[in-house]
């Protein structure tokens, strides 16, 4: 399916945009069809009548590496909730059963204390919204980087652990196998939402997710939705 979607912007990539030079993939300094020149990063964004303020949103935030990647998620976070962004209306959100207002507070690329990043964050004065955007990533990312991840899971994830799964017994063991996945799983601690979004052909990473969130007692495992 990956290589499906990264087909389809290839040719994207010619009919649309006409653009026909080939971009590099810097981890192997190889050029692919689905990746822009460097130099055309912005094009990467929607055309139309939103493009110019979409633009100034990535002034204001650190870009990931592979921006540039026409399947990169942060590209596609922007052109999901930036139009919404910009408008003030989040009133689409509601099919999902994501209860927004107009007044929403909303941020890209929003760190929390622990380190984490979230592509996308909404607080609508009730709760704090938390968005995940994959695209055709493999999967969750499993390892952390850290030098520090004793203290760090004593500080910031054992206690959420403790309060939302059925069962704790190896609580950390399961935090650390899926490190990305339960990093985001245990927001929802504090009864806020999770929101995981990616296209609704992978079902893989659907599949991912349930399978995490079925150890999760029932009256946290709610605060998680998906939008595909």
Not at 57 to 84: C, E, V, W
Not at 125 to 139: Q, R, S
Request: aromatic share 14%.
């Amino acid at each position: 399916m990956q290589k499906r979607i990264k087909e389809h912007l290839a040719e994207y990539k010619l009919s649309v945009l006409r653009i026909f030079n080939n971009g590099i993939w810097k981890q192997n300094n190889k050029q692919y069809a689905h990746v822009l020149p460097e130099n055309q990063y912005l094009m990467n964004l929607i055309q139309g009548d939103y493009y110019k303020d979409l633009c100034k949103i990535t002034y204001n935030i650190k870009l990931h590496r592979d921006f540039h990647h026409l399947n990169s998620s942060q590209a596609l976070t922007i052109n999901l909730f930036g139009p919404m962004q910009l408008e003030k209306d989040f009133s689409i959100l509601h099919d999902n059963g994501i209860e927004v207002s107009n007044n929403t507070a909303s941020l890209f690329e929003y760190e929390q204390p622990d380190g984490t990043v979230f592509d996308f964050y909404i607080n609508n004065g009730v709760k704090n919204i938390y968005f995940e955007v994959k695209y055709t990533e493999e999967t969750f990312e499993t390892k952390s980087n850290s030098n520090n991840d004793n203290s760090r899971w004593y500080k910031h994830y054992q206690p959420s652990m403790d309060k939302i799964l059925k069962d704790n017994t190896n609580a950390k063991d399961l935090f650390f196998s899926q490190y990305q996945l339960w990093r985001n799983i245990v927001r929802i601690s504090n009864n806020d939402t999770v929101v995981f979004v990616f296209p609704v052909s992978r079902k893989d990473l659907e599949a991912e997710v349930n399978s995490a969130i079925e150890k999760v007692k029932p009256e946290y495992a709610n605060n998680r939705v998906y939008v595909n």
